[in-house]
């Protein structure tokens, strides 16, 4: 039987990754908001690599929701192991974009990481 906060922290965790995925999506399809990540490089469209890069990123991040999703019980997938990863990636993402040089980035995505890391460590401590 799943816990209901834990449960509930992975749902959020999942919820607020789904901003970042949709805009990684937005970005390999050619939508100008490179200022809102690689630390605003791009301050238009992504250069092609990049664009690729961010179809990765969004798997990974989809990945780590994923991985919460499986350890809280949310869903039954054999990602519930990536957990700890999971986290660290939250927690490292989380460093990376506070101290970007790219303001609307840092505004944007710092609150965002915190919440999801905040939600990451109430599961892994649950």
Same mark, same amino acid.
């Given at each position: ?12 965790? %999942?919820? +607020? @990754?789904?901003?970042? #995925? ?9 939508? /100008?908001?490179?200022? *809102? &990540? ?28 994923? %991985?919460? +999703? @499986?350890?809280?019980? #949310? ?9 700890? /990863?999971?986290?660290? *990636? &939250? ?28 939600? %990451? ?6």
């Amino acid at each position: 039987m799943t816990q209901p906060l834990p449960f509930a922290l992975a749902i959020a965790y %999942a919820g +607020l @990754a789904a901003c970042p #995925v949709l805009m990684h999506f937005a970005n390999a399809a050619g939508a /100008p908001l490179g200022r *809102l &990540t690689v630390g605003g490089r791009f301050p238009g469209r992504l250069p092609p690599v990049w664009r690729a890069l961010a179809l990765v990123q969004a798997a990974l991040l989809s990945t780590m929701a994923g %991985a919460l +999703l @499986a350890r809280s019980g #949310v869903v039954a997938v054999p990602l519930a192991p990536l957990f700890w /990863p999971a986290l660290g *990636l &939250t927690l490292l993402s989380l460093i990376a974009n506070a101290a970007s040089p790219s303001r609307p980035e840092r505004l944007l995505w710092t609150p965002v990481l915190f919440l999801m890391a905040a939600a %990451a460590l109430g599961v892994g401590l649950s």
